[in-house]
């Protein structure tokens, strides 16, 4: 820990593809653990493979972090641009002894590894160079660290107990290429020691990176930070997760309509847990979570699972919240011309979808309906639904929309209304309600009735009946 004995922590992805939404487990739980600790949450961008970073990459990492609501401390720091810094570290252990020019060639290091090969041993640097002592006379070489050989390099893992190395099993690693350019792992640990990082959180694949990394931090005469190494998630045929189990970007989420909360609680959930909750608040994931508690084995993303929270969570949402937001997905999506936006009955809608809604997308096209200019019919349904009793019982209810023009008529004067047509013409609702229905819906489901005749209002429903009469006898 550094001397305030803050925690402080770091995402580093690399921006080399879409980011997964794997990728932000990372990120949560990071943000978890800094929340809970009171400390901090940083962001590093490891961008030094330059073929394959891409700004867009760069930019879909934070929008991800803002829409997902993991707040940043500080300004992110971005891996190209701390070369020279790099390259300073590794020149004060060349000096101080701790690190060594190589001039093995690339011939001669590919006959080692053949040669090895063909024993059957593990391929590592042999130590050529070791105690050479190259001076820099203009001949190319590459800087290797100088690893102990003897003992054990250990750490304790919260997530998996103690994890030890053989020594010897490790090779000096390069830290700079003959480019003069830092290798990956010398970067992370020159970057996390001037970041101060406390914790360094990421998923398992990067184990062996630690092991090795270990060896640089003592180098340099850093402290060790704790390291915790997050387990896989698998596809529910457990093999590495991927699009094709159903698992997108989180901005693909986001355009589908999938609340922020819905999939910050997911993705906690996801190989983490606290007693049998299920639904939880990001501020109750940050005062529960401990990095003990997460399971040591690999989770399996269920696409299922993260649309059932999604629906609790559109429950949970302030009805505020959940207009704004509706709002959001529609603009984002282009869904509604402004215009219809401000005119929108959103209380209504909210009222009649949020229950049978998971995602903001699904409580559109519940009322999609509210928003059409004109309906067209699909003649075989009209054929069916508009019969002529139906029609008949449609102008009453068109004249009834009439006459409480400016009103808000209550169910039940919808349904007082609807009894006299159905006694009038001696027919039954089933005959009346799919007519209703497709002549102010264009469709045969929608939410329940009086929540349609609600959403429209008796003018735009007198209008819409009209349009279906005329249609009708067209
Ligand atoms: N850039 C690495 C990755 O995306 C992160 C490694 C780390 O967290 O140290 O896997």
Redesign the pocket.
């Known amino acids: 820990m550094n001397q305030s004995n803050t925690v402080r922590v770091?995402?580093?992805?690399?921006p080399t593809g879409n980011p997964h939404v794997g990728?932000f487990r990372?990120a949560l739980y990071n943000y978890l653990f800094a929340r809970h600790h009171g400390g901090e949450f940083l962001l590093r961008v490891?961008d030094t493979d330059r073929e394959r970073s891409k700004p867009e990459y760069e930019d879909a990492i934070l929008e991800s972090l803002r829409w997902l609501g993991l707040e940043l401390d500080g300004d992110p720091v971005r891996q190209s641009e701390r070369a020279a810094r790099h390259q300073a570290e590794a020149n004060r252990l060349l000096a101080e002894g701790k690190a060594y020019r190589c001039r093995c060639t690339a011939e001669r290091l590919d006959a080692l590894r053949e040669q090895q090969r063909e024993k059957g041993e593990t391929p590592m640097y042999d130590g050529h160079c070791r105690e050479a002592n190259h001076p820099d006379d203009g001949t190319p070489f590459c800087v290797r660290l100088k690893a102990p050989r003897e003992g054990v390099t250990s750490i304790h893992d919260p997530i998996r107990g103690a994890v030890t190395v053989q020594n010897n099993e490790l090779d000096d690693l390069v830290i700079l290429r003959t480019d003069g350019s830092p290798t990956y792992n010398f970067a992370?640990v020159v970057d996390?020691g001037d970041m101060k990082i406390t914790h360094?959180i990421?998923?398992d694949?990067?184990l062996r990176?630690t092991l090795r990394q270990v060896a640089i931090f003592d180098a340099l005469g850093l402290e060790l930070p704790r390291f915790a190494h997050l387990p896989q998630i698998l596809g529910q045929d457990r093999t590495r997760l991927s699009k094709r189990h159903g698992a997108a970007g989180v901005l693909e989420y986001r355009d589908q309509g999938y609340l922020a909360e819905a999939l910050v609680n997911y993705l906690a959930r996801l190989g983490w847990g606290h007693g049998d909750q299920e639904v939880f608040t990001i501020s109750e994931l940050a005062e529960h979570f401990a990095l003990e508690n997460v399971n040591a084995s690999a989770a399996v993303f269920d696409p299922q699972k993260l649309l059932w929270l999604a629906g609790e969570h559109m429950r949970r949402l302030p009805e505020d919240d959940l207009a704004a937001r509706f709002v959001e997905h529609v603009q984002r999506r282009g869904l509604l011309t402004e215009q219809r936006i401000d005119n929108a009955p959103l209380k209504k809608i909210i009222a009649c979808t949020r229950e049978r809604s998971k995602t903001l997308e699904e409580m559109f096209d519940f009322v999609r309906f509210v928003f059409a200019d004109r309906l067209e019919f699909d003649p075989d349904e009209a054929a069916k639904a508009f019969t002529p009793e139906a029609m008949a019982s449609l102008a009453d209810l068109a004249d009834f929309a009439g006459t409480q023009s400016g009103k808000s008529p209550s169910h039940e004067e919808w349904e007082n209304a609807f009894k006299a047509i159905l006694e009038k013409h001696a027919i039954k609702m089933k005959v009346m309600a799919p007519a209703v229905r497709l002549a102010l819906t264009g469709t045969k489901v929608s939410p329940p009735i009086f929540d349609v005749l609600d959403l429209l209002g008796t003018d735009e429903v007198q209008r819409r009946i009209q349009q279906a009469l005329e249609y009708k006898s067209a």
């Open positions: 770091r995402f580093a992805p690399s990728n990372t490891e992370v996390d360094v990421r998923g694949d990067h990176n």
